[in-house]
């Protein structure tokens, strides 16, 4: 089990920034496909973002794109999704996982973090 952790979750302005952080105190992360998850309040998990285990390729889902960044540094074993722009409407809680491989957007086979919650509100 790799016990991923979140951190940099909290409230934040309409057009604001935060970034999220996401590592594992047990296991490299380097074998692993990385992406992030969102649970609305009300609605079902859906995928944000994901990341090859060769960091080259990352895929968005459409309501994030332009707008959302995620990197991975295997040195500090530790990935990230930086959020510009923030809308009332990307407020959830986000998840990090870990996967076999990236379907789009979507990393598979996951484990997962425990989620760090983002508001977006004036």
């Known amino acids: 089990q790799l016990d991923l952790m979140e951190s940099g979750g909290g409230l934040v302005q309409p057009g604001g920034s935060l970034r999220l952080s996401c590592t594992s105190p047990?296991?490299?992360?380097?074998?692993?496909?990385l992406g992030w998850f969102r649970q609305a309040p009300g609605k079902e998990r859906e995928g944000v973002s994901c990341?090859?285990?060769?960091?080259?390729?990352?895929n968005y889902e459409d309501s994030v794109k332009g707008r959302f960044i995620i990197s991975r540094d295997d040195v500090r074993n530790t990935f990230y999704l930086q959020m510009n722009s923030l809308k009332p409407e990307d407020t959830a809680v986000y998840y990090c996982?870990?996967?076999?491989?990236?379907?789009?957007?979507?990393?598979?086979?996951?484990?997962w973090g425990r989620g760090t919650p983002v508001t977006v509100s004036s």
């Open positions: 047990r296991e490299t992360l380097e074998n692993y496909a």
């Open positions: 996982a870990a996967g076999s491989y990236c379907a789009d957007y979507i990393p598979v086979a996951v484990q």
């Open positions: 990341i090859e285990i060769n960091g080259d390729t990352t």
